[in-house]
């Protein structure tokens, strides 16, 4: 079975600083996807970025980007320009492509974004 | 970006008694249909799988008959918490998978059930 592991429970950085939260995953499988999903306090889980394992260029989203590091299994997410807005927990998913495509989340990051 | 909606987003009910949340993809077609229970500072615990006109299928150690899921249409599933007690307390999220891009999950913004 696939596990997520995020070994960092708690994060602080300032505004307008850059942060990146780590994640690591296990897997036998060698094609799936691979999800950062931000849930801020509202509780509403929002999708931030998401990978796929057959591409090698690690993806972007204006200011969240990854560092895809497939032979580690490793699956960082790098905020830039952090913002007030951006605090929130982030969970980084697993997704195998085969069955019924559940997500795995890992145990969660809080990030907290300091004025 | 596509919109799932859960009804209620919070209910108060005694032990004893049943509550159904609703889970509806808005803008899209949802073959398949996820619940999730959360407890606090913890991350999210995948409960069943829903799918369209068939039988949903449970994960190891979730009460099917705790927990009646059904997914009539392809845009709604309903979960429903049978003879709810305060164990049954938590967070229970949904989510919906777009038929059209199959591999992203849309979430709903969850329902928080407190069973006095």
């Known amino acids: 079975a696939q596990t997520v592991t995020q070994s960092q429970p708690e994060m602080s950085v300032q505004e307008a600083e850059t942060v990146t939260l780590s994640c690591t995953y296990d897997?036998?499988?060698?094609?799936?996807?691979l999800f950062w999903y931000k849930q801020p306090p509202s509780r509403q889980m929002i999708l931030v970025i998401r990978q796929e394992a057959y591409k090698q260029q690690n993806a972007t989203e204006n200011r969240f980007s990854v560092n895809f590091q497939k032979a580690a299994k490793s699956f960082s997410l790098k905020i830039s320009d952090s913002q007030l807005g951006d605090t929130a927990m982030y969970f980084c998913?697993?997704?195998?492509?085969?069955?019924?495509?559940?997500?795995?989340f890992g145990q969660g990051t809080r990030l907290t974004i300091n004025p | 970006g596509a919109v799932v909606s859960q009804h209620p987003s919070r209910v108060i009910c005694k032990s004893g008694t049943s509550v159904k949340i609703e889970c509806r993809s808005l803008d899209f077609q949802a073959t398949t249909m996820f619940w999730y229970r959360q407890f606090p500072k913890q991350s999210l615990m995948l409960m069943a799988t829903?799918?369209?006109?068939?039988?949903?299928?449970?994960e190891q150690g979730v009460e099917k008959d705790k927990f009646l899921i059904n997914h009539a249409s392809l845009t709604l599933s309903t979960l429903t918490v049978t003879s709810a007690h305060p164990e049954d307390s938590s967070f229970y999220i949904c989510s919906a998978q777009d038929r059209g891009a199959k591999n992203i999950q849309y979430f709903g913004a969850g329902t928080r059930l407190s069973v006095l």
């Open positions: 897997t036998s499988e060698n094609n799936y996807y």
């Open positions: 829903s799918n369209e006109g068939s039988k949903a299928t449970y």
């Open positions: 998913a697993f997704m195998s492509i085969q069955g019924a495509q559940k997500l795995v």
